[in-house]
């Protein structure tokens, strides 16, 4: 493998011959920002069992204990505050370089931090919504409630079940959101992957969808994925410092 420096100075020439750069985020570029990995030890996910989508809609038992870990990890997300690396994302859709941003994670730190073409797959925390009527709530509201006692909130309007927006296990995909997000990695000519381990779909089909429509990949990301092979470059330092040296390198420091 070449040097930092050789990888970051290639990398530099790719993003600027290229017109069409498309990212796509996991959970490795919020772990700087003190959000959990999904997988990692001690985090929230550890301590909790996972309630599918369809437990959540059948029981209220169900529904109380979701709650409950949904409350521990607004109050690990309260504080987290965009890093480096979605600051460098933010710049080049500036820059006019970034075309669009698709991400699986929920946190909301790339809105934060200012890119505002972002592609949620699995949804957002910072919102609720009545699984009925449709009524949307920003999360705050419905932190309120969970706080003044309640622990399984119901629709005002039409006593509906409320939900986080987010994507639970045994949920479907939002349609327009995949349909969009692979219209965009599919037209890109380089994509950043950024923080995913790739292991699942649809995850593991965006970076071969760009490769397959002639895109160039770099990936940066702490371990091996399993398409490795179709990166013309792969990073395995820390995304805050690869993105960094990259904007600068593209000649603009970050502010
Ligand atoms: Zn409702």
Not at 113 to 121: H, K
Not at 214 to 219: E, F, Q, R, S, T
């Amino acid at each position: 493998m070449k040097s930092f420096k050789d990888r970051i100075e290639y990398s530099v020439n790719l993003i600027k011959s290229s017109e069409r750069i498309a990212a796509f985020t996991g959970a490795g570029i919020s772990t700087e920002s003190g959000i959990s990995d999904f997988r990692s030890k001690g985090g929230v996910w550890d301590r909790y069992r996972i309630v599918t989508y369809q437990e959540f809609i059948e029981s209220h038992d169900a529904r109380v204990e979701y709650w409950s870990m949904k409350k521990e990890l607004f109050n690990e997300m309260k504080g987290a505050k965009p890093n480096k690396a979605h600051a460098a994302l933010a710049d080049l859709e500036n820059m006019g370089k970034l075309k669009c941003l698709v991400t699986q994670n929920i946190d909301g730190l790339h809105q934060d931090a200012g890119s505002s073409n972002v592609i949620e797959l699995h949804g957002t925390n910072r919102q609720a919504k009545c699984l009925d009527c449709g009524k949307i709530w920003p999360i705050e509201a419905i932190q309120a409630r969970l706080n003044a006692g309640e622990v399984d909130p119901e629709c005002d309007e039409c006593r509906g079940f409320i939900k986080p927006a987010t994507v639970s296990f045994g949920q479907s995909m939002p349609e327009e959101e995949m349909i969009r997000a692979f219209e965009c990695v599919v037209e890109c000519d380089l994509l950043l992957m950024i923080g995913s381990s790739l292991q699942v779909e649809p995850a593991a089909s965006v970076p071969r969808e760009a490769s397959a429509g002639g895109a160039k990949l770099i990936y940066i990301n702490r371990t091996e994925t399993p398409t490795d092979n179709l990166a013309e470059i792969i990073f395995n330092e820390n995304a805050g410092d690869v993105m960094t040296a990259l904007v600068k390198g593209i000649g603009r420091d970050l502010t």
